[in-house]
């Protein structure tokens, strides 16, 4: 491992697994141990918040910076360090990038601080037609922060989707952000603090802190940084079982006319469900590769390799556990790992991850009304139809999207028929959304119940 000043060695001969937690020092100091996701309407300020938080800009890709909006998920690390000084609250919260050194100096007192958390945030995007994007990525988020700009109403469209979203998915600890309050005046700010109160009322987000910050100015940064060290706990974490890991990004990080003996294999980039991952550990990825046989039935080749390197953001990694999101370095071919074509997929030990479906037995629940869409003051939103017989529904399973026939609904019952296999297992909740006026709108969610598995084979 690459030695990098001021952080905690790991040592992969002395490790035991059974005595690490997410707090343990040669955790903590290299790798996050909480995902935290940015969610909210397009333009209210999710990224430049995690800017202003971690110093990383998460919007990387040439259109979304054309475009000055999130297009895929973004991701940044950042430690929160308290101050032990002199420092009153929130002054004594600061908050440093993931390569920060475990004994850094408080910048006002000049006093000891110590490391409290080291976060993963998963940066969402707003755009009504990113919603699946956006449900990708509450696959792996512990909390979430539920942005507002000060200078709009509330609530906007997808303010009220991504809220709904999350409360599917099981959510629990949300902190509410006003963000923008520098554009308004201070009634202004009073009074639409007041309408946010009164639109997460019976929420999930119910009783949560609505913090007014400037995120461009950093103004009341250090006071979001308390909350997430305070009201969103680091969940209890399965270290011993064998590892799986969500895929929710890949990549090919290999330059255009790389010489052959250069070519370095695919990267996979996710957040550890359970399990510890160690540096040349021998791994699956399934489903792997998909085909149809000659009856046009679904064939999963699960993709085997091994681990070349870990890494979390800048920080060299001998072991990963469970938490924040982590780099793999694989030997896999680079073309199976480009423009996340690995999304969705589940990485973890040989012979120990979940069976593969093409076909799922649910019970679902629908939303009353239909989320999400703009509406005239005097008109009501749509109310969501049943499911129909041959209709195509999108699923969100873990990180992963596909398209699901409906063969057959009765009651709160649905057998669906995947457009692509699965790696799930039975209880594994599932986000349901149907085409409205050309988008996938969030209509309901679900809970597997049984299904058919596909044929897997050797590569």
């Not at 010489?259 to 550890?272: F, L, Y």
């Not at 399973?397 to 398209?403: A, K």
């Amino acid at each position: 491992m690459a030695k990098k000043s001021g952080l905690r060695e790991q040592d992969l001969e002395s490790l035991d697994i059974t005595k690490l937690t997410p707090e343990s020092p040669e955790v903590i100091s290299r790798q996050a141990t909480i995902n935290i996701g940015t969610i909210g309407h397009v333009a209210h300020g999710k990224s430049t918040l995690v800017k202003s938080i971690s110093g990383v800009l998460t919007v990387r890709f040439k259109n979304e910076q054309e475009r000055n909006i999130t297009i895929k998920l973004g991701y940044a690390n950042a430690k929160i360090f308290k101050c032990v000084g002199e420092c009153e609250r929130p002054d004594c919260y600061a908050a440093y990038g993931s390569g920060k050194e475990d004994n850094a100096k408080c910048e006002i007192c000049g006093g000891p601080m110590e490391l409290v958390r080291h976060v993963s945030f998963v940066d969402c995007p707003g755009h009504d037609i990113l919603m699946a994007t956006m449900l990708n990525g509450a696959a792996v988020m512990d909390g979430a922060l539920l942005l507002i700009a000060a200078n709009e109403t509330c609530p906007q469209p997808q303010t009220s989707e991504h809220l709904a979203a999350v409360e599917i998915m099981k959510l629990r600890d949300i902190i509410v952000i006003q963000n923008k309050v520098d554009l308004v005046t201070e009634s202004a700010a009073q009074e639409q603090h007041e309408t946010i109160r009164a639109f997460i009322q019976g929420s999930v987000a119910d009783g949560a802190p609505v913090v007014p910050i400037s995120a461009q100015l950093k103004y009341n940064v250090d006071v979001v940084c308390e909350y997430l060290c305070k009201r969103i706990p680091v969940p209890v974490r399965d270290f011993i079982s064998p590892p799986q890991m969500i895929v929710i990004r890949s990549f090919d990080v290999n330059k255009p006319g790389s010489e052959v003996d250069d070519i370095k294999g695919g990267i996979a980039g996710g957040s550890i469900l359970q399990g510890v991952l160690k540096l040349g550990q021998e791994i699956e990825i399934r489903p792997g590769i998909h085909a149809k046989d000659a009856n046009g039935e679904p064939i999963c080749r699960p993709i085997r390799s091994k681990i070349i390197s870990l890494f979390a953001e800048q920080n060299d990694l001998n072991f990963a556990v469970p938490g924040g999101l982590i780099g793999i370095g694989t030997n896999v071919d680079p073309t199976l790992t480009r423009a996340d074509r690995l999304v969705g997929q589940v990485l973890g030990e040989v012979g120990c991850l979940p069976e593969v479906f093409k076909e799922l037995e649910i019970n679902f629940f629908l939303l009353r009304r239909l989320l999400g869409v703009r509406q005239d003051k005097d008109k009501k939103h749509e109310k969501v139809s049943k499911l129909k017989k041959q209709e195509v529904l999108m699923l969100n399973i873990g990180s992963s999207s596909t398209g699901a026939k409906v063969l057959a609904a009765k009651h709160d019952l649905a057998k669906l028929e995947l457009t692509s296999p699965v790696c799930t297992k039975k209880g594994e909740k599932v986000a349901l959304s149907r085409r409205v006026d050309k988008h996938w709108r969030l209509i309901g969610w679900g809970q597997i119940q049984a299904g058919v598995e596909a044929t897997l084979e050797e590569m």
